[in-house]
């Protein structure tokens, strides 16, 4: 599984004034479904991803067995395919919540 995000910030060990212990970078993401998280960023793609910059987070299982994710920046997308995908799975996302919000009383209904 994979999931589109939108860069909010580059958190990066050669950041002026950042002190680190590690030369890993992470960045803020803010994803498709409204949320918000910092995702490592795959070493391939140190020194390119950008504020603004559309990426491609890897949500796969570690393994096989475990039930926790990667939750890595695999990808930075062109930017025009990327905001025509970005659009879709928001315009899904607010279907949805529309959908949800509207369920009789006595359902559960989507709260954000």
Do not use: C
Request: no cysteine.
């Amino acid at each position: 599984m994979y999931h589109i995000g939108l860069v909010q910030y580059v958190i990066s060990p050669s950041s002026k004034g950042m002190v680190s212990s590690d030369t890993s970078v992470q960045s803020v993401v803010r994803m498709w479904d409204e949320n918000l998280l910092i995702l490592g960023v795959d070493k391939k793609l140190l020194g390119k991803i950008r504020k603004g910059d559309y990426v491609l987070a890897d949500y796969t299982p570690l393994s096989p067995e475990s039930g926790h994710r990667k939750l890595t920046i695999i990808k930075i997308l062109p930017s025009d395919e990327a905001r025509m995908i970005w659009e879709e799975f928001q315009s899904e996302f607010e279907r949805r919540k529309s959908m949800a919000n509207q369920a009789p009383p006595g359902q559960v209904r989507y709260v954000r």
